[in-house]
């Protein structure tokens, strides 16, 4: 039985759960944000199960782990036939409206090889519309707009380039972009979204709205550019030296080399890592683009209250992933530690009002998302999605079994060339893989291609610095974990049609 209603889900791109409840959440300015939590139920302990962008939003919008879906680098085709959300929500009548992008690498199976959706990693998932297309490499409606405005454009290669205000001295990280931030990309999508929705009050719609910020390389507009002092935020969590960080293990003598602190911010002198000044500022910087993204995520719930549509429509805060921002002296996401899988979900529930403000500490993972709609919108969940329906917590009513753990997953090899992480460890491209198991004390990440695990207490080491997988001490956690992680991957092994059996009366457990 449908039980539809509006639908928006927010995914910013890059966006580190402290930012929003942990550590730096004193230390950056979210109001629109917070405010939200008041009439939303806070997952606390919600984590990417892959990344980087394309990997962890083909898991979102699957409900399948990497493992399964095996779009597992940018660019990695998802099967064509992979149910996904937007295929699902169709079922139920809705035109699922997308807003930027799902980054997904289309099937060169069901197209010929000159067809242009086989040129670009950032293809769009079969089942949406591509109302706005928001591409990070492409971002043509932007474009034309800041050219119709009457900007004089940079190449397209230096959009994303800090610009000096004094032409007598080069850019430095803190410099503003040069559009306005009333015409920063992220307004520009909230302007479509705004103006799009308008006309829709009388109607139950679907809209994926996906931001790029914070995501690098970063710079913004004035004054989100200098709205932090760097000497006023705690210093990234890392051991002394980056040396150390290299002798911890071979992966993370490639996982120092890419991104570095120079990919993070483009067009501006060379920066070093070590140097805390740096460091520092481009840590204001990323806090200042997040703030960004809070000030438009603000204009549209402003914008959903004002038109009555408020309190008709389930709204969802995420993120696809995390970043580093320097801590164990790394940048971006690929990497095996916290704040690169630990993100945001805020769920705002019109129907269930007595859950306001709610905070649930149980685990959750992003493939939880896609089935969580469905089951909110009566629509069957596909036998093939691994997530769970977070419904229970909406509601107020926690399942007495649920997840003690979360799975996460990362592939770092590309099928045409040797990466930085396979030079430092020497797999083979079906080695390069590492899954972690992240209990609440225990984090076990285990590596293929005979490479040593490593292990943390986090109750002891909440910022994982040490290592506890060649203690003896610890060799029992080590073995059950391992043991666990194991069990979770079998069990979890693709079962789209592994309950399905052919009999004379037809397909017993099939579902359409």
Partial sequence: MSKKRKI???????FRADCITGALAEHVDLPNIQAFRKEAVTFTKHYSVTNPCGPSRASILTGQYAMNHRSIRNGTPLAHDTPNLARELRKSGYDPMLFGYTDTGIDPRAHHANDPVLKSEEGLMPGFREVLEMRFQESYPWRAYLKAKGYDLPDYAHFYEPVSPDANRPARIDDPAFYKAEDSDTAFLTDALISDLSVRTDQDWFALATYIRPHPPLVAPAPYNKMYAPDALPDPARLPVQEQQADLHPFMAGALQKPTVNTIVKGVAPLDNENKADVQGLRALYMGLATEVDTHFGRIISFLKETDQYDDTLIIFVA??????????????????????????????????????ATV???????DITPTILDLIGQQIPAGMDGVSLCPFLEGKPPTKWRDSVHLE??????NEMTIWQEATGVSTHEANLAIL???????????????????DLKADPSELNDLASDPAHVPAL??????????????????????????????????
């Fill in 8 to 14: 928006l889900v927010v995914i910013a791109d890059q």
């Fill in 438 to 456: 992240r209990e609440e004390q225990f984090k076990l990440i285990h590596f293929n291609g005979n490479l040593p695990p490593m292990l943390f």
């Fill in 410 to 415: 990362l592939d770092f090899s590309e099928p």
């Fill in 361 to 367: 500490q149980a685990f959750t993972e992003s493939i």
């Fill in 320 to 357: 696809d992933h995390g970043e580093m921002l320097g801590d164990h002296h790394l940048w971006g996401k690929q990497n095996t530690y916290e704040a690169a899988y630990h993100i945001p979900l805020i769920i705002h529930d019109p129907q269930n009002p007595a859950q306001y403000g």
């Fill in 479 to 512: 073995l059950r974990l391992t043991q666990k992680l194991l069990s979770h991957r079998m069990k979890h092994a693709d079962r789209t049609l592994a309950d399905v059996r052919i009999t004379p009366e037809g397909a017993v457990g099939f579902i359409p």
